[in-house]
């Protein structure tokens, strides 16, 4: 992020997603494309045991990964 402001509204977003024991399945890119055609910008989390990658998800989502911390990314439509 580029400045205070954008990071402070990163922290405060509220996961719209969750990633399960599954892992990320077609169903699951197809959800992030929804979501982020109509919000431009969501958040994800995943369970512990569950092992994801987020530039995969990203990349097969079409977005733009712009945060990663601990088991929560956040994504952003591309341009």
Do not use: Y
Request: proline content about 1%; aromatic content about 2%; glycine content about 6%.
């Amino acid at each position: 992020m580029k400045n205070k402001e954008s990071k402070k509204e990163m922290n405060q977003l509220k996961a719209t997603l969750w990633i399960g024991k599954k892992g990320c399945t077609e169903n699951t890119i197809e959800e992030i494309r929804r979501q982020v055609k109509s919000n431009r910008i969501i958040k994800i989390k995943w369970l512990k045991n569950t092992d994801i990658d987020p530039e995969s998800i990203a990349e097969k989502s079409g977005t733009d990964l712009i945060q990663v911390r601990g088991r929560t990314m956040v994504l952003e439509k591309k341009n």
